[in-house]
């Protein structure tokens, strides 16, 4: 039973293997060498000492801690309404159907929808307010990210709220509070592992967005994603794309050490 239990495990090993383990490894090695090939450090040093570096991580978090912060202060209630519907399981699947159409789709379909004679400045002009700049802004690239990330804020959050016993919640209201209260004091509290799992999964990928960046933002947008496409793909300093690869990576565990679940004291 243990043999066939191990040779099960062989897929799934090999998997995390090629796919998580070996790119890392190989972006460490290629992090220590310059583009002639040399072994160096110049590449952490550059990154550490440069401002345009360290401006464009500024960058990365800030625009993932909008784009975090702005889904889920659409998704939670959302979630939350979502669990007291009674085809509830249909409406969520709808709200994740989106996550099936490729990204560079969709963001070609924001491009006809903010361009100049998109729908939003056709209505705008209907209306007689006129055309306005919308794609190539910030605005724009921040709503069209929170966009795409929003299923995968509300999903956890959803499955949280769910899951908690409604004995608990009609306890609450035995006990004399407020549906304010109850919601304070027993929801919140209790869904708070589906927000910490949504904001892994929305601010981690929000980091090094650069799709987006290019179709939506225009190049006015600059964050480390930018960076390493650009390293990877135009200039062909691996070497330097790596490192803020490495960078982003390490960014991340800070990120997932924060967002853990906390146990309780006492």
């Known amino acids: 039973m243990t043999k066939k239990y191990h040779l099960t495990a062989v897929p799934y090993a090999l998997w995390l293997f090629l796919f998580v383990i070996a790119p890392i490894v190989l972006l460490v090695y290629k992090s220590f060498f310059d583009p002639a090939g040399h072994l160096t450090l110049s590449n952490y040093s550059t990154y550490l000492t440069s401002w345009t570096y360290l401006r464009m991580s500024v960058n990365s978090i800030v625009y993932a801690a909008i784009i975090t912060l702005a889904t889920l202060l659409i998704s939670y209630p959302?979630?939350?309404?979502?669990?007291?519907?009674?085809?509830?399981?249909?409406?969520?699947?709808?709200?994740?159907?989106?996550?099936?159409?490729?990204?560079?789709?969709k963001a070609y379909a924001f491009i006809g929808i903010f361009g100049h004679s998109g729908a939003v400045n056709g209505f705008l002009t209907f209306i007689?307010?006129?055309?306005?700049?919308?794609?190539?802004?910030?605005?724009?690239?921040?709503?069209?990210?929170?966009?795409?990330?929003?299923?995968?804020?509300?999903?956890?959050?959803?499955n949280a709220i769910d899951d908690i016993d409604d004995n608990l919640i009609q306890a609450g209201y035995d006990l004399g509070t407020s549906r304010f209260q109850n919601f304070w004091q027993i929801v919140l509290p209790l869904s708070m592992n589906g927000v910490r799992a949504g904001v892994q999964a929305v601010f981690i990928p929000s980091l090094s967005l650069f799709m987006l960046t290019r179709l939506i933002?225009?190049?006015?947008?600059?964050?480390?994603?930018?960076a390493i496409e650009e390293h990877f793909l135009v200039t062909q300093n691996w070497g330097m794309g790596a490192t803020i690869g490495m960078v982003l990576i390490m960014t991340m565990f800070v990120v997932m050490f924060l967002t853990r679940e906390r146990e309780a004291k006492g």
Not at 132 to 143: H, K, V
Not at 217 to 226: A, D, F
Request: charged letters at 10%; glycine letters at 8%.
């Open 128 to 158: 007689g307010l006129g055309s306005r700049q919308f794609l190539f802004t910030d605005f724009a690239f921040i709503f069209v990210a929170a966009y795409i990330e929003l299923p995968f804020m509300i999903l956890p959050i959803f």
């Open 217 to 226: 933002g225009g190049n006015r947008v600059i964050t480390l994603g930018t």
């Open 78 to 105: 959302a979630a939350y309404f979502l669990t007291k519907l009674k085809h509830k399981q249909l409406w969520l699947m709808l709200i994740i159907l989106p996550t099936w159409i490729n990204l560079l789709l």
